[in-house]
């Protein structure tokens, strides 16, 4: 296996900086593609959404992109007892986690007379985005609706491409049956998030758009961005490895590649300060890539956007994790959980040997919708907080307006807006 290897002791910052410093969406023809899909089902509307799903593949299959209700229902009577089951388990350790994260609302008194609330509603409609066509990702719609229930949102659609034989998957249309989702489309690629966004004369536009996708799908969020909000752009899945040398060869292989595995653009990282066990890690990913059934998925990734970089000692391998800033983050070192707590830049972080990244993806309740491309030095991973919004509430008494007019007055003054000085004295002019 043919893998790029890099010594952190002989790379300038420069250089390591080419390396952190990526995008979740790079190649700029996919950027400028996908938002003129976005303005065509914008302007054209189902028509328009039809025909992008007929040349660039996804769906809708017909002019009728809506699945009716009682076939999303049919679907979970198809599902094999293990599937349903599984899905059951881990909507109730997602809702779990997801129930602690309620926003609550806070009340300040910065001075007599002055209250400033800081207040959270949850948002009128979201859109849900599941990746699908060749592989279906029925925990993306677990992972983006369960959160958005317990939010309160009131309206979630649901938006995934249909497969090779032109039909939404059956796990997919199961799991939102269970969460009681009866709004599912089925379409995919930058046409549906721009019939999200936008709307058409069948859909009704949402105020958010959240979920994971392919390049396609984050330069659309990008190019929606202003009409409505997005959760965070996110590319292509990652992973990075740590490991001095004290963990099974084996565990460390197979974490490498379980996210590999999600398309042959996903980067992965081997970072170690531990050369002389390279070899029996890149010798158990062999062995173990002849039983997987994307083996050819997850050597091209390896081999076109895998990385194998060698630091002098931990110190310089926590900070060069922190700069990179990857999605999944497994901890392979003595010490790991006082390690973890030193990596700061990272979507979800996996700590030790009894903590694949798996675990995470499915069945913790921890949400697997995490920033990539370097986005988690800024971006954390999707929550309840993010399907609804905060605003300021201001209660002022005449007491506390006059505690404050000095101030106002004085800055109102340096700034040169009048107008603003002028809306304190008039509160106080006599006969008030």
């Keep these: 296996m043919d893998i790029r290897r890099i010594d952190l002791t002989t790379h300038s910052r420069i250089e390591r900086s080419a390396l952190t410093r990526r ?6 023809t996919v950027r400028e593609q996908a938002a003129s ?36 229902a049919a679907a979970l009577t198809h599902l094999p007892p293990a599937t349903a089951a599984a899905l059951e388990g881990a909507i109730a350790n997602i809702r779990a986690v997801h129930e602690q994260q309620r926003p609550r609302d806070h009340l300040v008194a910065p001075a007599p007379g002055v209250e400033i609330a800081r207040v959270w509603s949850p948002l009128g409609r ?56 009866d709004e599912v489309y089925a379409m995919g690629g930058a046409q549906a998030i721009a019939a999200l966004a936008h709307g058409t004369e069948t859909i009704a536009p949402v105020d958010k758009i959240v979920g994971p996708g392919n390049d396609w799908v984050t330069a659309a969020k990008l190019a929606v961005f202003g009409v409505c909000g997005i959760d965070l752009p996110a590319g292509p899945s990652e992973a990075l490895v740590l490991t001095d040398g004290s963990a099974n060869s084996r565990i460390v292989a197979v974490d490498l590649l379980c996210q590999a595995e999600h398309g042959v653009e996903s980067p992965v990282v081997l970072l170690t300060t531990a050369p002389d066990q390279v070899p029996d890690i890149l010798a158990a990913a062999e062995a173990m890539l002849l039983g997987l059934e994307r083996s050819a998925i997850i050597r091209a990734a390896l081999e076109d956007h895998g990385l194998i970089a060698i630091a002098p000692d931990l110190e310089t391998a926590i900070a060069f994790s922190n700069d990179f800033a990857p999605e999944h983050l497994s901890v392979h070192t003595g010490e790991a959980p006082s390690v973890a707590k030193r990596l700061t ?52 008494t005449r007491a506390g307006l006059s505690t404050l007019r000095p101030i106002i007055e004085e800055l109102a003054a340096v700034e040169g807006l009048t107008a603003h000085r002028l809306a304190v004295q008039v509160r106080f002019e006599e006969g008030r």
């Excluded at 949102?153 to 989702?181: C, F, K, Q, Y």
């Design 23 to 28: 995008s979740v969406v790079p190649d700029q």
């Design 37 to 72: 899909i976005v303005q065509l089902v914008a302007a054209g509307g189902d028509a328009a959404l039809w025909e992008a799903g007929r040349r660039y593949g996804g769906g809708p299959s017909s002019r009728e992109a809506r699945i009716p209700p009682d076939r999303i």
């Design 126 to 181: 979201v859109g849900v985005y599941a990746p699908g066509g060749r592989a279906a990702y029925p925990s993306s719609v677990l992972m983006g609706v369960i959160p958005a229930q317990v939010a309160g949102v009131e309206s979630i659609a649901v938006a995934s491409p249909v497969g090779p034989d032109g039909r939404l998957n059956e796990a997919t249309l199961g799991a939102s049956a269970l969460l009681g989702i």
């Design 345 to 396: 830049s990272a979507g979800s972080v996996f700590v030790g040997e009894w903590a694949p990244e798996s675990a995470g993806d499915y069945a913790t309740g921890a949400n697997h919708v995490l920033p990539t491309g370097g986005l988690a030095r800024s971006y954390g991973p999707l929550s309840v907080e993010d399907f609804g919004s905060w605003r300021q509430v201001q209660e002022l």
